[in-house]
C-alpha cells in the first residue's frame, strides 16, 4: 500500500493530510506558521514536521511507509528559496521522495476539476499561478509592489483609508465607508483614525477587518466602494489572463480558482469583474470555488505524482473521508 503526504504550510498556519492510493484521508496534524520568510527556517520546519507527526500518529503508520511527500510552502517563491527548502525537507526525512512547489500550486488542485487550470489568491497578500494539461506550471513571485503586485487585504485596507480620507477632506467623493470603518475600529473621526493610525495604535490584524465593508458598501450603491472593487476584479482578471497567455491556454476551458478571504466578500462584483477581463483573453474560462482547504490539493498531487488516477471514484473517498474542518 502506497501513502503519500500533503502539506500546505502558510504564514499563519500548516496543514498535514495523510492518504492512501484509493484517496482515504487517513490522518490530518496542524501546526504553526510553515513559512520561513516569518519565523525563520527552523521554526517553520519544526511546524511542518510537528503536524506531519500528529497526521502520522492518527493514520497509525510510519514515515518510511510514505511514497511522495508533497509540499506547498508560502515562501517558496525564488530559485534561492527552493535551494535551501527542498535538502531542509528532505532532511526531516518525512517519506522517501520530498516533491515541493509555491502554496499556490496545492490551492490551485484543491479548486480544480483536473490537474490543470489557474489559481487567484486574494487573501491577507495577493499571488496566482497557473497549470497546463502537460505539467508546465507558473507562480508568480508574489513579493508585493517589488514584484509588481497590487491586490490582496492588506493593500485593500490601505485603499479603503485612503477613501476614508480623502472623503473627510474634500479630495473624495463621499462614502458610506466612512460611518462603517469608524464604527468597526472605534473611533469617532476620521481624524482620529489618522492619529490613532499614524501613532500605531491599530494593530494590522485590526485593520484587515474593515475589508468586508469594502464590499458591504457595495451593494449599498456606494460609488467608490465600487469602484474599487471593480479595479481589484480587472487586476486579479489582468493577472489570471496573464498567466493563461503564457502559458498557452487562451483556447482552453481554464478553470480559475478563487481562494483567498478577500473572495468571501458579500455581491458579485468582484467575480463579475474577474471574469469579464479573463474571458477577453480566454472566452471558455470559467471561475471556481475551492469546496476544500488547499492541503487537499497537496494529497492529489502527491497521488498523482505516485501514478494514481484522480478519477471519479478517488474524489467520492476523498468526499466520504475528508475532516469536516477542510470542507469549505
Not at 512547489?101 to 486574494?122: E, F, K, M, S, Y
Not at 471593480?230 to 497567455?245: F, M, N, P, T
Request: a negative charge; one cysteine or more; charged letters at 20%.
Amino acid at each position: 500500500m502506497a501513502y503519500v503526504l500533503g502539506i500546505d504550510g502558510g504564514a499563519s498556519k500548516t496543514f498535514v493530510l495523510v492518504a492512501d492510493e484509493q484517496g482515504r484521508l487517513l490522518g490530518f496534524g496542524r501546526g504553526g506558521p510553515g513559512n520561513h520568510q516569518g519565523p525563520g527556517l527552523e521554526a517553520a520546519l519544526g511546524a511542518i514536521e510537528g503536524a506531519t507527526q500528529e497526521a502520522l500518529a492518527g493514520a497509525g503508520i510510519a514515515s518510511e511507509q510514505v511514497a511522495v511527500v508533497s509540499c506547498g510552502l508560502a515562501g517558496a517563491d525564488l530559485p534561492e528559496d527552493f535551494a535551501m527548502l527542498q535538502p531542509a525537507l528532505e532532511g526531516l526525512a518525512l517519506g522517501r521522495r520530498v516533491e515541493l512547489r509555491n502554496d499556490t500550486q496545492v490551492a490551485l488542485r484543491a479548486g480544480t476539476h483536473r490537474p490543470w487550470g489557474v489559481v487567484l489568491i486574494c487573501g491577507t497578500g495577493f499571488n496566482a499561478a497557473g497549470r497546463t494539461p502537460d505539467g508546465r506550471e507558473l507562480s508568480y513571485p508574489a513579493l508585493g509592489w517589488i514584484s509588481g503586485d497590487w491586490g490582496g487585504g492588506g493593500m485593500l485596507a490601505t485603499e479603503i483609508v485612503r477613501l476614508v480620507m480623502r472623503a473627510d477632506d474634500g479630495r473624495g467623493a463621499p462614502t458610506v465607508l466612512t460611518d462603517l470603518v469608524l464604527a468597526a475600529l472605534n473611533r469617532p473621526s476620521a481624524y482620529e483614525l489618522m492619529r490613532a493610525l499614524y501613532h500605531k495604535q491599530i494593530e494590522r490584524h485590526d485593520l484587515f477587518r474593515i475589508v468586508p465593508l469594502l464590499f458591504d458598501a457595495a451593494l449599498q450603491g456606494d460609488e467608490p466602494a465600487q469602484d474599487l472593487i471593480a479595479r481589484l476584479g480587472e487586476e486579479l482578471g489582468v493577472s489570471g489572463a496573464a498567466i493563461i497567455k503564457r502559458l498557452d491556454m487562451q483556447a482552453l476551458p481554464v478553470e480559475v480558482v478563487l481562494g483567498g478571504s478577500v473572495f468571501k466578500g458579500a455581491g458579485p462584483l468582484l467575480a463579475d469583474s474577474i471574469l469579464q477581463t479573463v474571458h477577453r483573453t480566454a472566452p471558455a474560462a470559467v471561475l471556481v470555488r475551492p469546496q476544500f482547504e488547499p492541503v487537499v490539493g497537496g494529497v492529489l498531487l502527491g497521488l498523482e505524482a505516485a501514478g494514481v488516477i484522480a478519477d471519479e471514484a478517488l474524489y467520492a473517498t476523498l468526499h466520504a473521508t475528508m475532516p469536516a474542518e477542510l470542507v469549505r
